[in-house]
Nanobody, 125 residues
Framework: VQLVESGGGLVQAGGSLRLSCATS????????MGWFRQAPGKEREFVAA????????DYADFVKRRFTISRDNAQNTVYLQMNSLKPEDTALYYC???????????????????WGQGTQVTVSS
């Protein structure tokens, strides 16, 4: 199982970035997927999750109406479109593989069993 994030970088406040998470080694379309982030000195926190079919998603309150999660099951890839970025969005962003059963989208790190190495997002003021 491999998850590889990309698309991070340095952007000014109000700007946009699109993160990608390319996966391999498992049947992508049977797993929920999620994005989390971790700032220095803080715990990893939930950002967004999407179900297997890609028709249902969940977001942390602090990113609603700014970020959009999506997936392409043909490309085994999950995306995070981030708009109206703020300095407090600065963090290392990780994608994780969620459950393959159930209907609730996970918000806890222990509901995800594989993680990528992360991609750094830095938002300057």
């Amino acid at each position: 199982v491999q998850l590889v994030e990309s698309g991070g970088g340095l952007v000014q406040a109000g700007g946009s970035l699109r993160l990608s998470c390319a996966t391999s080694g498992f049947t992508f379309l049977v797993y929920d997927m999620g994005w989390f982030r971790q700032a220095p000195g803080k715990e990893r926190e939930f950002v967004a999750a999407i179900n297997r079919r890609g028709d249902r998603s969940d977001y942390a309150d602090f990113v609603k109406r700014r970020f959009t999660i999506s997936r392409d099951n043909a490309q085994n890839t999950v995306y995070l479109q981030m708009n109206s970025l703020k300095p407090e969005d600065t963090a290392l962003y990780y994608c994780g593989r969620g459950p393959s059963t159930g209907t609730l989208l996970g918000r806890n790190t222990d509901e995800y069993d594989y993680w990528g190495q992360g991609t750094q997002v830095t938002v300057s003021s």
